[in-house]
Each structure stands twice: as C-alpha cells, then as structure tokens.
C-alpha cells in the first residue's frame, strides 16, 4: 500500500495506492473518488469485532455515529482519495504494535492491521456530551491516517503538558492526563473562553490542531437560523 | 503549487495563489472580451467597461438557469484601452483553465467562472440521471472554441479516465464528454437488492465515468461543511 498526501496544508488530501487484495478502513463520508476495481462494505465496527448495525444505530443516534466503511481493491492497482470535511491538513502516522488515542473526528483512514476502538471513554463520557467528542482507540501495525482543522504540530511531552480539548488531535498512549480547568477557578476559565483542558503527563508524543472545531462551530451557529 | 500562465490561449491569463485561494488574472487588449459569472470579479483597470446581461437569448439563459449558475453574465471589454481583471471565485479554492478546441466540458454548478469569445455555454438537462442525484448533478455544457475557466472549493486534482472511475458527486468538477457517465449508488452498498448501507454509508450518490478523458475533482465539498455546521444552529424556542 503506497500513499501520496496531496494539496497541502489547507485543502489536503490523501491518494492511497491499493494493490488486489489490499484494504483500508475509512472514516464513512470521506471517499472523494475511486477506481472502479475496489469494493465497499459498511460496518458498525472493526470486522471480526462486536458490533452490527443495530448498535452502531443506538450509537449514531445517541449522538456518536461511528460507521465504517472497508474499502477492497479486487483488481491490481487501484487508487482512492479521501479528504475530510473541513479544511486542514492530513498526518500519515505508521503504527507498529503501538496505540494512539485518536479525537473521534480527526480519524480518517487506517490499515487493517489496526483495531479501531469506539468505545473508549478515558476522558469520562459526561464531561465531553456537551462538546460532542469522542475518541478513537487505534492500536495495532499499520498506517494510520488523521486530519486536522488547520494546521497540525507535534509537542514532545517530556514532564507536564498542557492542551485545550479542542485543539487534541491524537496522543500516544504512554501518556497520562487529568481534564483540569486552564485558570485559577472554574468561573474565570471559562470567562476566558478556555473552558476545559487537558493536562498530559509523562513522555510521549501529542499532536495538537491549530483550530479548535468546536470553537468555530459556535462562532457560526448563533448567525444561521435556528432549526 | 506553481503559478498556471497561459501559452495557447488566446487571452494572457495568470492562475497565482493555487491551491487555497487561487485568482485568475487576464490581461486584455483593447477591444477584446471576457465572460463571467456575477460577482466574481475581484479588481480591474479603468480602462474595463462591465456590462451585466442576459448572454445568448432567452433559451440559453434559461439552460443556464436549470444548470443552478445565475441567468446574467458579465460582460469585460477593454474599451478604453489594454488593461487586466481579475477574477475571484466566491468559495476559497483552485482554478483551472482547459482550451476548448471544438469539443465539449461539462461543469459541475457553480463551478464556472469565465470563458473567453468562441465559448458557448449552455445547461443541460439531465433528464433521469440529474434528478435521481437531487442536487449532485446538475450540469453546465461548455462547447466551441475558446478558453473557459472553472472553479472549485478546495484543490483540484485531474484524473487521467482510461477505463472506468467512481467520483462522489459533489466532488465532481468538471469532465470531458468523451467520458460516458452514469449516477448511481455505489456497488456494496446495495444487499439483497436494497439499500442496506447506502444511508450508513455516508457516500451518497456517485457518478461512475467510462471511457477515455479526463475529469476534474475538489479535495473539499460545501455539502458536508453545512452538515458539520448543522448541529451548531439555534434551536427555536418553542
């Protein structure tokens, strides 16, 4: 499996070269175009895993749709294109009997050879309801692709370090954290607009957005009409 | 990505800022025309004279109108002298010029941004195929002679068809009529004749191309934008 991420840093996109009998798991909604040799199959989860698609349903109606589709190339050199739906840019992050804790909308597309977790709830599920977040457990041996709202830098956390929910895209899983408020009280954290934060402890590394997708969301929603 | 300047066409024209924000300048002689869409045209010497209007009488305007672009067209002319316009699409994004040589471009709407003398632009109806997609696929007909230049939300990547290519339709751009098209709902998404996981899916609609040519596809799509957008809205009180 060869990839090529193209059009970088705003409008990026990922070209993914699979071979007959190659596959890749992608985040449902993120196909732009294919060759006509490759199959889809959709599934609530990992194949092999629980699942099916009456609790995948339960999930998307509860807020935290997590479709997968499994795309197959049949025939020898197949191309496919995947892009997200915001602007940003594309990380390829090769995995090898390694995990990384992925933020729910910024997963685009992995190996098979990577097991695709929904059902982690490290952050505690009450506290992120509100910002409809969830996350992505992905461990295993293969590429694993992310995207990001704007821009994407890595932090090398080596000691304490300290994120704003919204700006995570993924983290290694060496690392511990506790959700903290970023000011001295409660109240003057969020009149500062930093709501919650995350703060990482031990080594590992962090990938961080230059936007904060929820942040821009409610800067829009408030000017459309209500619905 | 590299500055796009013209060798073959028959206006100087200059594609600067691509891939994010890409604007198309042209440099006219005195006397010479250009077409565009309404509202497009960023900046432009004095010597330029816009006329808005409706371009090729009442049948035209009206295949236009069906194809989703605006019924005027706006006319530049170098009245006065030489002088340039530039022109900026209304989505951030990519542009490309294709050279018309007697043969025919199909546009995705909205997607067209200018043309030069020797274009005639049309709607076309789609009959079945335009109306199973809804909104994906309705298309604008550019043929005869001259340069046209269309627009896009996001980069654009061509795509060199030489047997058969599967593109969701909103990420449809353009494409040559050389290719055969056909809309359809993708293969595996259907099981046991029904459409088991063609609303799970995600995918929508796809436009399956055949033959030989070229088709142009965005990285971005304004459709799934308003969908992340739509959980952000007001909900109304009552």
């Known amino acids: ?227 | 990505m590299a500055t796009v300047e013209s060798m073959t066409s028959d206006v100087p024209f200059e594609i600067t800022q691509r891939p994010d924000f890409a604007l198309l300048t042209v440099q006219l002689e005195q006397g010479q025309k250009i077409y565009s869409e309404p509202s497009v045209m960023a900046s432009m010497s004095p010597t330029i004279l816009m006329k808005a209007g409706m371009k090729g009488g009442f049948k035209k305007t009206l295949g236009r109108m069906l194809g989703g672009e605006s019924l005027i067209i706006n006319t530049f002319t170098a009245q006065d002298g030489p002088g340039e316009v530039v022109f900026a699409p209304g989505t951030p994004g990519d542009l490309v010029h294709y050279h018309l040589d007697n043969n025919t471009l199909y546009m995705q709407r909205g997607a067209f941004l200018s043309y030069t003398d020797g274009v005639d632009l049309t709607g076309k109806w789609q009959g079945a195929k335009g109306f199973f997609s809804g909104e994906g696929l309705v298309l604008l007909k550019a043929s005869g002679n001259g340069d046209i230049f269309f627009n896009s939300y996001g980069a654009i990547l061509e795509i060199d068809v030489t047997n058969e290519y599967i593109v969701d339709t909103s990420y449809i751009v353009a494409f040559e009529d050389t290719l055969d098209y056909r809309v359809t709902i993708l293969e595996g998404m259907k099981l046991g004749g029904k459409l088991k996981s063609f609303f799970f899916g995600g995918e929508g609609l796809v436009c399956k191309f055949s033959g030989q040519g070229k088709i142009w596809i965005q990285t971005r799509a304004v459709n799934p934008f308003l969908s992340w957008v739509y959980p952000f809205r007001p909900t109304k009180n009552n």
């Open chain 1, 1 to 227: 499996m060869r990839h090529e991420i193209m059009a970088r840093p705003a409008a990026t996109v990922l070209k993914v070269n699979l071979d007959q009998g190659e596959s890749l798991t992608c985040e449902v909604g993120a196909m732009i175009a294919m060759s006509s040799g490759i199959t889809v199959e959709t599934t609530s989860r990992q194949r092999g895993g629980s699942g099916g698609i009456m609790k995948g349903l339960k999930r998307m109606f509860s807020g935290e749709s997590f479709f997968l589709n499994h795309f197959t190339a049949q025939q020898p050199n197949q191309t496919i294109y995947l892009g997200p739906s915001l602007m940003g840019d594309v990380m390829s992050h090769p995995l090898d009997s390694a995990t990384l804790i992925v933020q729910g909308s910024s997963w685009l597309a992995s190996d098979p050879g990577i097991v695709i977790d929904t059902s982690w709830q490290g952050f505690g599920k009450a506290l992120f309801s509100g910002e409809s977040m969830f996350w992505v457990k992905c461990s295993g041996t293969g590429n694993l692709f992310v995207n990001s709202f704007g821009a994407i830098y890595e932090v090398d956390v080596n000691g304490h370090y300290t994120v704003d929910t919204g700006h995570i895209v993924a983290f290694e899983d060496s690392l511990t954290f506790k959700i903290g408020k970023a000011g001295q009280s409660l109240i003057g954290s969020f009149l500062g607009g930093e709501g919650l934060v995350c703060k990482f402890e031990g080594q590992g590394k962090l990938f961080c957005q230059s936007h904060n997708p929820p942040s821009f969301g409610k800067l829009l929603g408030p000017k459309l009409r209500p619905r």
